[in-house]
């Protein structure tokens, strides 16, 4: 095989080279990566995948032996697939429903508020429980959205969460403020949604 007037060995060589190039560059990044610290995450957008995300962290933290927290600000208690795989491992996932659904479908604002307050002292008790490796605020940009919650504690419990905590929090419109504080913030892009073709919410795919 030729390439450019090159036989296959050279094509081969040449690779090899730039590949070297590139691992002697990356090596040299990686080696001044030393701080290790909890991260604070935010997935959010309007692309669907933010909770499928955190639960695959979730998945992750659990092979790695860390304990885990989920708090689920909107969703009820749905059989969900993460949830049966989670209640397989007891002694490292707390699984908290603490939402009575969307609120469209409570249609009522005060429910929702107690809701949420309910999540958010239970949230805030994982946080500091020394106990937990990482904590799933699932949903909870979305109570945040409608003001269910008072941001400004939010934020100062997040910003001072325990040193090594790991923090997930999903939800789309992330406030700004969030997002200022946050280590990492993965916006998810809708490009194409198979609901809008008239495919409804699947199991093993939506939950």
């Known amino acids: 095989m030729k390439t450019d007037g090159m036989t296959e060995a050279e094509v081969n060589k040449r690779h090899a080279e730039k590949m ?3 691992k002697a560059a ?7 990566k030393t701080l290790e610290k909890g991260l604070l995450m935010v997935h959010t957008g309007k692309g669907k995948g933010k909770t499928t995300a955190a639960m695959g962290l979730v998945a992750r933290a659990i092979g790695t032996g860390m ?18 795989v989670f209640e397989r491992f007891p002694e490292q996932v707390t699984m908290k429903a603490m939402g ?7 249609q009522d604002r005060q429910r929702d508020i107690a809701a949420a307050c309910a999540a958010w002292d239970y949230a805030k008790e994982a946080i500091a429980d020394p106990a937990y490796d990482m904590v799933v605020l699932d949903e909870l940009n979305i109570v945040m959205r409608y003001d269910y919650l008072p941001l400004d504690e939010i934020i100062e419990t997040l910003r ?14 992330a406030k700004d403020e969030l997002i200022e504080i946050a280590d990492m913030v993965t916006d998810m892009t809708m490009v194409k949604h198979h609901f809008r073709a008239g495919v409804k919410a699947q199991e093993g795919i939506e939950f």
């Open 20 to 22: 070297a190039k590139k």
């Open 100 to 106: 009575d659904g969307f609120t469209w479908e409570t």
């Open 67 to 84: 304990r885990i927290c989920i708090v689920q600000f909107v969703k009820g208690v749905w059989n969900t697939g993460e949830r049966a």
């Open 26 to 32: 990356r090596d040299k990044m990686i080696a001044t």
């Open 160 to 173: 001072g969460k325990p040193e090594k905590k790991h923090v997930v929090v999903t939800g789309r419109n």
